[in-house]
């Protein structure tokens, strides 16, 4: 039933697991009631659903597209658990609150809609046949969920799309030994040719660490260390240093082994090599100054709005990307599945982190735990990845209600981004407004290739901020690298001259009258940013449609919307050198 079968966490990969992805019971709790009516032991469930797929969508096979504030999914498994072993059972996101049983059992819970969970349901397990019961809560239009681009109306409207309730990602079991690794922090040293190791490990006691890295299969550097604790260090020093980057994109395989009286954990990683900075106008990749050629990505699917139809998808949208020129993608308004990130890695693709702060209100502190917590889970999911260059954890900070943003919220989270990760930048909050940021970014939808010439030729300090008339008194440019972080957003959609597609589709400003005047659009606008020495980067919007939003260079089925030919010529000139490169 499920298309899903690959491992959910590329980067920390056991051989001895088991897909839970599938069908699963399912019974909609509107009431929020299940609890108190005792679902969690309930003999079966009203509906069957195709888990990994949210019940909003196709793939899931229900298709319900009203909210649904709270929601029940069943399944049984059949295990035999060996002495001394434990079993964890993994969750890639669910979409808010999520409680856990086990054989009517209470196991855990996990608020956030977007990073990964797991629970030891060891000790409520029995030989034989088990029931797994989960419970997701949750609501778009709660102030105090981050939900990004979830609709808080009955329908999609401009920017905002379908919502994705309960379970939208991968579920699997692993069986580990009683010590076992849960996390592992990398950080590669290329002046020095080395990589620092952080393992968090599972429990206390006696244990040996072993690394082995490898390149194209031969062994290029080992490390161990011995502990007694829940943590473990290690340097490994590299025979050979084969630099990671968009044109090299070399990864080493890592080996990682933990030894203890309880047994042996063998997990497979990667990492790559390479060196990120800023220098006062550019990113700096390895020391080279790379100009950011970045697309807007949203990451849904028309069948499975966030979950991608099958394993394939996310390498296949990086080549489409690829394919118009662009270098990367703003992960946008949400925390993309870890294997896209791995596909990033695999194939030289920049990407950002991102969080989907729109439906939260930010204009109070006290809120500032609760997306804290969930910003950093997601920071420490992705450290890893070579391809992630930089972390935005908010997007255009629009006044709520008439409360502006809270400046001290936003303060806050950048001081423990750049504590968690000193070496990317961070930009605060993307567009607008900033208070402490390490690149200044804008968002610029001005459709005339000759506006943005007046704008931008010069980049006075004056013709910075008049394009930001609105944050004049609300942020301040201090001298930092420049990114046009949101432009574009050229609206193309089929039957483009259909008068009810006018009244359907979304798209920014007054949509082209032909296809020559979109080539000619697009290369103008792009063109100005690639050419003027004071802009570090660029982000258009955005790569396909969504829904109603039709401003992407490929319609929302991932099909062109133009001739190979209309192709090369938005590529080329996304593929010349810019100005700040030469």
């Avoid at 032991?41 to 888990?51: C, D, F």
């Avoid at 703003?330 to 950002?352: K, T």
């Avoid at 001259?497 to 400003?509: H, L, P």
Wanted: hydrophobic share 30%.
């Amino acid at each position: 039933m499920t298309t899903r079968n690959a491992y959910p966490r590329p980067e920390l990969v056991r051989e001895n697991w088991t897909n839970l992805c599938g069908e699963w019971e399912f019974e909609f709790d509107f009431g929020k009631t299940g609890k108190a009516r005792d679902v969690q032991n309930k003999a079966k469930l009203e509906r069957t659903i195709n888990v990994p797929f949210c019940p909003e969508s196709k793939l899931s096979g229900i298709e319900y597209k009203d909210f649904i504030n709270a929601c029940w999914y069943r399944k049984t498994i059949n295990v035999a658990p060996k002495a001394g072993e434990r079993t964890i059972l993994n969750f890639e996101a669910a979409y808010y609150a999520t409680e856990v049983f086990v054989n009517g059992k209470n196991i855990g819970k996990h608020n956030g809609g977007y990073t990964p969970f797991s629970f030891d349901i060891t000790d409520a397990l029995v030989a034989g046949e088990n029931s797994i019961a989960v419970y997701c809560e949750g609501d778009a239009r709660d102030k105090k969920q981050p939900s990004g681009k979830q609709s808080d109306r009955y329908a999609s409207y401009g920017c905002y799309y379908t919502r994705s309730t309960g379970i939208y990602a991968p579920v699997w079991l692993e069986p580990v030994p009683a010590t076992y690794l849960t996390a592992i922090k990398l950080d590669p040293d290329t002046d020095n040719s080395r990589l620092f190791c952080d393992l968090t490990l599972s429990a206390y006691g006696e244990k040996t660490v072993t690394l082995t890295a490898k390149l194209d299969g031969k062994t290029v550097g080992t490390a161990s260390a011995k502990t007694t604790m829940k943590t473990a260090k290690a340097v490994l020093d590299l025979d050979t240093l084969s630099l990671w980057s968009i044109e090299t994109p070399t990864l080493y395989d890592l080996e990682i082994k933990i030894e203890s009286a309880n047994g042996t954990d063998i997990v497979k990683s990667y990492f790559g090599m390479r060196k990120i900075e800023l220098d006062k106008m550019c990113l700096l990749i390895n020391g080279k100054r790379v100009f950011q050629r970045l697309v807007l990505d949203q990451g849904y699917y028309p069948e499975g709005v966030y979950t991608a139809p099958d394993d394939d998808a996310f390498a296949k949208d990086i080549k489409l990307s690829q394919r118009i020129g662009f270098n990367g993608a703003r992960l946008h308004e949400r925390v993309f599945e870890r294997r896209f990130l791995y596909e990033a890695d695999r194939l030289g693709y920049l990407v950002w982190g991102e969080y989907p702060n729109w439906g939260f209100d930010y204009t109070t502190n006290e809120n500032t735990y609760i997306y804290l917590r969930e910003w950093t889970e997601s920071m420490a999911r992705d450290y890893n990845h070579p391809a992630l260059i930089g972390w935005c954890p908010f997007n255009e900070t629009w006044d709520i209600d008439g409360r502006e943003q809270a400046n001290e919220m936003l303060r806050t989270i950048y001081e423990e981004t750049k504590r968690i990760d000193p070496v990317r930048p961070c930009i605060d909050t993307s567009g607008n407004y900033h208070v402490v940021t390490d690149i200044y970014d804008i968002h610029d939808y001005n459709q005339s290739p000759e506006a943005f010439h007046r704008r931008y030729d010069s980049m006075t300090e004056t013709e910075v901020f008049e394009n930001m008339n609105k944050a004049k008194k609300r942020q301040q440019y201090e001298g930092q690298p420049y990114f046009i972080s949101e432009y574009g957003g050229i609206k193309w959609a089929k039957n483009q001259e259909a008068e009810n597609n006018k009244q359907v589709s979304w798209g920014y400003g007054d949509a082209p009258r032909s296809i020559d005047e979109y080539v000619e659009r697009f290369v103008g606008l792009t063109g100005v940013l690639m050419d003027t020495e004071k802009i570090c980067g660029l982000c258009y919007t955005q790569l396909y449609d969504v829904e109603q939003e039709q401003n992407g260079v490929y319609y929302y089925d991932r099909t062109p919307k133009f001739t190979e030919e209309t192709m090369d010529k938005l590529a080329a000139v996304l593929k010349r050198k810019a100005a700040i490169e030469k």
